[in-house]
């Protein structure tokens, strides 16, 4: 209805309340009580309307046609309205809800929120399943007191979500989930946890290490025996002088057999676990001065290699490993670098971080190839690291050991003026010479 035909009604009724109003002045009634007649009648409709507005409202009744006239009418049309668009929204809801509700349900993967206490605040049916988390049954109770897993808690208290963990449930031993929370919500206090089947992935990445360590020892024996025998025949006088070419080659190809194999049992070792055992105070500036010295042996004379380092500065770590990981990177920096080439060892606490940094003015690598340095057999020119000895698994064994010690690697190359490896390690595992003494004490007694 129109502005002008709702006003016209209003008026009209008005108009015929008037003439209500001179009918009873006619049949003998007081102007007053005929005024009074007439207003009642005009405000009794209005009354009438907004009574039964209220009610169909409260009543929550839809408005439907057939509507009032005048002004009535368009108030009831646009409340009419407003009651189909939310009662629309509201289904839309309802329907998002079950779609969200079954997509859920549907996940392979246990997903558990979590309140700001760690609390159960909803489930999905593969919670259940996977981590023994029942909901509505679990709801509001403690993730860790249904799902008691060792790691569990301080992973959540830590907050450092960036790498997942990988239990094996306790209550299913051959079930193995890498777990994974994403905070969410108001200030990000709420927590979405994912629990990821990786059985099958963990006993095929269990089966590949199994494999690459036998057949590494298995070929050990055997190499070693051939290598022997090729170093007589190399040495001996009774070799016939076209035979020592051959055999000179054969030595080289069984000694490079043997340092991919000792390097393969090495990482097929650093795998076993994720963190470092049998920590001990290592003296890492001795460390870096052994190995210094074995580069040098090794460049003979055609490098400069320069140590600067805090002497005070110890580490608490594994040993063998820091050392494997400091020689990569120092022979890697000598092996990579034409003759005369600068290398710099840099051991010093970075604002309380222990950072190792070895820095080359060598060709540099190029940026394309950093990422995938520290893959296995990875090399940016196969044939000039095979010539140098390499083996292609010198930075995959610097990482585990660094993984392995909560330590970060960062490589800096520059195409054309030098590389720089630097390992951080974590402010906790810094110690100062004068405290190794009673640490050691410490680990002894534990
Ligand atoms: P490799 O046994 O070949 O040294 P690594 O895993 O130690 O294997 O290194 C992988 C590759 O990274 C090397 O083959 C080499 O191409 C490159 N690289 C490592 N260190 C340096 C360096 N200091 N300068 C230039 N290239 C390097």
New binding site residues.
């Given amino acids: 209805m129109s502005a002008d035909r709702v006003l016209g009604f209003e008026l009209a009724l008005l108009a015929g309340a008037g003439v209500v109003a001179l009918l009873l002045l006619l049949v003998g009634a007081t102007p007053a009580a005929a005024l009074l007649a007439a207003t009642a009648l005009y405000l009794a409709r209005h009354l009438w309307l907004l009574w039964r507005l209220a009610r169909f409202i409260r009543r929550q009744h839809r408005l439907a046609p057939p509507f009032p006239a005048g002004v009535w009418g368009e108030i009831y049309r646009a409340v009419g309205r407003y009651q189909q668009r939310s009662r629309k929204g509201r289904k839309r809801q309802i329907r998002f809800q079950r779609r969200f509700r079954e997509a859920a349900d549907s996940v392979p993967d246990a997903l558990v929120v979590l309140g700001k206490s760690q609390q159960v605040e909803w489930a999905n049916p593969a919670a259940a399943a996977l981590m023994g988390v029942q909901w509505p049954a679990h709801d509001g109770r403690r993730l860790t007191d249904v799902f008691a897993q060792r790691g569990l808690g301080e992973y959540l208290e830590a907050g450092d979500y960036s790498r997942p963990l990988e239990v094996a449930a306790d209550h299913n031993q051959s079930l193995m989930l890498s777990i994974r929370v994403a905070p969410f919500g108001e200030r990000k206090r709420q927590r979405l946890l994912v629990g990821r089947d990786i059985t099958k992935i963990f006993h095929l990445n269990m089966i590949r290490r199994d494999f690459v360590a036998n057949a590494s020892h298995e070929l050990r024996t055997p190499l070693t025996v051939i290598a022997g025998f090729v170093e007589n025949l190399s040495s001996s006088a009774l070799t016939p002088e076209p035979h020592r070419r051959p055999l000179s080659l054969m030595d080289k190809q069984t000694t490079r057999m043997r340092t991919i194999i000792e ?1 393969l049992l090495t990482l097929s070792r650093l795998e076993m676990q994720d963190t470092a055992s049998n920590l001990a105070p290592v003296n890492v500036p001795q460390e870096i001065e052994q190995v210094v010295a074995d580069a040098r042996a090794l460049s003979a004379g055609d490098h400069d290699i320069v140590v600067d380092m805090d002497e005070d500065l110890l580490l608490i770590g594994n040993q063998s490993e820091l050392r494997s990981a400091v020689s ?2 120092v ?7 034409p003759p005369g080439s600068h ?1 710099q060892v840099h051991w010093h606490d970075d604002g309380g971080t222990p950072a190792l940094r ?1 820095a ?1 003015d ?4 190029a940026p394309e ?1 950093i990422p995938r ?10 044939a ?3 010539a ?11 990482k585990h050991v660094l993984n392995r010690h909560d330590a970060e690697l960062s490589i800096a ?1 520059d195409l054309g003026r ?4 630097t390992c951080r390690f974590p402010p906790a595992s810094r110690l100062r010479r004068a405290d190794s003494g009673a640490l050691v004490q410490v680990l002894r007694a534990r």
């Fill in positions: 390097d990569n990177l022979f890697n920096a000598v092996k990579h670098t290398v070895v080359d060598g060709p540099g690598i190839h340095l520290t893959e296995r057999f990875y090399r940016v020119d196969k000039r690291s095979r140098s000895g390499g083996t292609g698994l010198g930075l995959a064994i610097v190359s030098g590389t720089s490896f």
